[in-house]
């Protein structure tokens, strides 16, 4: 394959979590080695001290991440996301992320009508939430973690006030499956 490398830089800037190389070739329709010899070339090329992108690469997976050498001024940065207080959207998030898990992003900003890609990052990087893939959906899906519970003091999200009023809420479970089995008609 021609554009490889290019290609690989943009699936793993565009993903932002580790790939495997086996679903790479899949993807990608070449074999494993064509993607693991593009891959020693990226890190040939990246991972250099005057860097600030490094390619990682663990047990088979691969991703972009920063340069090990900038980690304190970053930790610094991100500091202060992960320890004031949450905003009005992200606590509107963490309810609903709690009342409908597992849930996908597509679900919360149908619910929320706006886009959350920022406040489910920050929710992840506080360890209030946390992401899963089934290997029967495409989507991933997001669901509150053990931390969530316990600075709740809760042993279960069973035990929020009206959980089960809230989370089997017939009139927003028609909205879901309207618009999204709606949005998949379009796109066929």
């Given at each position: 394959?021609?554009?490889?490398?290019?290609?690989?830089?943009?699936?793993?800037?565009?993903?932002?979590?580790?790939?495997?190389?086996?679903?790479?070739?899949?993807?990608?329709?070449?074999?494993?080695?064509?993607?693991?010899?593009?891959?020693?070339?990226?890190?040939?090329?990246?991972?250099?001290?005057?860097?600030?992108?490094?390619?990682?690469?663990?047990?088979?997976?691969?991703?972009?991440?920063?340069?090990?050498?900038?980690?304190?001024?970053?930790?610094?940065?991100?500091?202060?996301?992960?320890?004031?207080?949450?905003?009005?959207?992200?606590?509107?998030?963490?309810?609903?992320?709690?009342?409908?898990?597992?849930?996908?992003?597509?679900?919360?900003e149908q619910i929320r009508g706006v886009n959350c890609s920022l406040i489910i990052r920050?929710?992840?990087?506080?360890?209030?939430?946390?992401?899963?893939?089934?290997?029967?959906?495409?989507?991933?899906?997001?669901?509150?973690?053990?931390?969530?519970?316990?600075?709740?003091?809760?042993?279960?999200?069973?035990?929020?006030?009206?959980?089960?009023?809230?989370?089997?809420?017939?009139?927003?479970?028609?909205?879901?499956?309207?618009?999204?089995?709606?949005?998949?008609?379009?796109?066929?």
């Open positions: 394959m021609k554009d490889l490398n290019s290609i690989l830089e943009s699936l793993l800037l565009a993903v932002a979590k580790p790939l495997t190389i086996k679903d790479l070739a899949k993807f990608l329709e070449t074999k494993d080695s064509e993607v693991s010899q593009a891959i020693k070339e990226l890190k040939e090329k990246y991972n250099t001290e005057e860097s600030g992108i490094h390619l990682s690469d663990n047990n088979r997976k691969v991703q972009f991440v920063s340069n090990p050498k900038h980690a304190k001024i970053l930790h610094k940065y991100f500091e202060d996301e992960t320890t004031g207080e949450l905003t009005k959207p992200s606590l509107e998030t963490l309810t609903i992320i709690a009342y409908r898990q597992p849930i996908t992003k597509e679900e919360l920050n929710l992840l990087i506080r360890g209030l939430i946390e992401e899963s893939e089934e290997k029967d959906q495409l989507a991933t899906t997001y669901a509150v973690t053990m931390d969530f519970l316990r600075h709740m003091g809760l042993a279960s999200v069973e035990e929020l006030p009206d959980y089960e009023k809230l989370n089997s809420d017939e009139n927003l479970n028609n909205l879901l499956e309207n618009n999204i089995g709606g949005e998949e008609e379009k796109e066929q």
